[in-house]
């Protein structure tokens, strides 16, 4: 997907379902035709079709306009492939493309009015991620602090949901980061990096996050030498994300102070 452009990315994925749904039209009529024949074979063809196009569907969105982030990278191309429209109303998508092409503002938007509406503690949890994750962004410890306390009192009131708010470890992270314990930053992400899922599907977006945590904690322990390495591999990891321009503003940083 690298070299085509949001346009025809989004084509691709919009001519690619379209024959995937012509496709289960046509089946499902066959099958229909066939219940005068053999219902039981025509039932359960009905049947396959429909249980196989969502999971087709999902697919064919993977690996075409989502795979320009979550494999590529290209957070300026796929903030154009969700400003097309072809999300929908999907704020996931929105989030997405807001934090790492560095809107702020947006995801601060779109995470207030989920957090308004919204009473799933799992969900209250991934919208104060999102937060923090503007705020550690941003260098606003003050924000991040009150975002920090929220995710534990949530959590504490929640408890039967354990597993699943411990999937949340950047939080250690940031308490780490509040606390000034850089040393034990740049451990946990050794370790998370060594330990990374290829399996999952923001594989790719995790490296770049823990990467980002653990040479910006290298830079408040002033290893220069070490940190300017590891915001120079960002920088070549992830040229078109926000990510990349804050390593940039980093590596200014490091040489003024040289």
Same mark, same amino acid.
């Given at each position: 997907?690298?070299?085509?452009?949001?346009?025809?990315?989004?084509?691709?994925?919009?001519?690619?379902?379209?024959?995937?749904?012509?496709?289960?039209?046509?089946?499902?009529?066959?099958?229909?035709?066939?219940?005068?024949?053999?219902?039981?074979?025509?039932?359960?063809?009905?049947?396959?079709?429909?249980?196989?196009?969502?999971?087709?569907?999902?697919?064919?969105?993977?690996?075409?306009?989502?795979?320009?982030?979550?494999?590529?990278?290209?957070?300026?191309?796929? @903030?154009?492939?969700?400003?097309?429209?072809?999300?929908?109303?999907?704020?996931?998508?929105?989030?997405?493309?807001?934090?790492?092409?560095?809107?702020?503002?947006? =995801?601060?938007?779109?995470?207030?009015?989920?957090?308004?509406?919204?009473?799933?503690?799992?969900?209250?949890? @991934?919208?104060?991620?999102?937060?923090?994750?503007?705020?550690?962004?941003?260098? !606003?410890?003050?924000?991040?602090?009150?975002?920090?306390?929220?995710?534990?009192?949530?959590?504490?009131?929640?408890?039967?949901?354990?597993?699943?708010?411990?999937?949340?470890?950047?939080?250690?992270?940031? !308490?780490?980061?509040?606390?000034?314990?850089?040393?034990?930053?740049?451990?946990?992400?050794?370790?998370?990096?060594?330990?990374?899922?290829?399996?999952?599907?923001?594989?790719?977006?995790?490296?770049?996050? =823990?990467?980002?945590?653990?040479?910006?904690?290298?830079?408040?322990?002033?290893?220069?030498?070490?940190?300017?390495?590891?915001?120079?591999?960002?920088?070549?990891?992830?040229?078109?994300?926000?990510?990349?321009?804050?390593?940039?503003?980093?590596?200014?940083?490091?040489?003024?102070?040289?």
């Amino acid at each position: 997907m690298k070299n085509k452009t949001a346009k025809q990315i989004v084509n691709n994925y919009k001519y690619a379902s379209a024959g995937v749904i012509l496709l289960n039209i046509i089946g499902i009529i066959v099958g229909l035709f066939l219940l005068k024949f053999n219902a039981l074979i025509g039932i359960a063809l009905i049947v396959v079709l429909l249980m196989t196009a969502k999971s087709t569907l999902k697919a064919i969105r993977e690996r075409t306009v989502e795979s320009v982030l979550y494999e590529d990278l290209d957070a300026e191309k796929f @903030n154009e492939i969700v400003s097309s429209g072809v999300f929908g109303k999907s704020t996931h998508h929105k989030l997405l493309a807001a934090m790492y092409s560095g809107d702020h503002d947006t =995801v601060l938007s779109l995470t207030e009015q989920e957090m308004k509406k919204e009473i799933n503690p799992v969900k209250l949890c @991934n919208s104060l991620y999102k937060r923090g994750y503007v705020y550690f962004e941003r260098e !606003d410890m003050d924000s991040l602090k009150e975002v920090v306390r929220e995710f534990y009192k949530l959590k504490k009131q929640h408890a039967k949901y354990g597993v699943i708010f411990e999937n949340y470890s950047v939080f250690e992270k940031y !308490d780490a980061f509040l606390d000034g314990d850089y040393q034990f930053i740049v451990e946990i992400c050794d370790y998370d990096l060594k330990n990374d899922s290829k399996k999952s599907q923001n594989h790719k977006l995790t490296i770049l996050n =823990v990467s980002y945590y653990r040479a910006v904690a290298l830079y408040k322990l002033e290893q220069y030498d070490e940190a300017r390495d590891a915001f120079h591999r960002i920088i070549e990891y992830a040229p078109k994300t926000y990510k990349a321009k804050l390593s940039q503003d980093y590596l200014s940083k490091i040489e003024a102070n040289s």
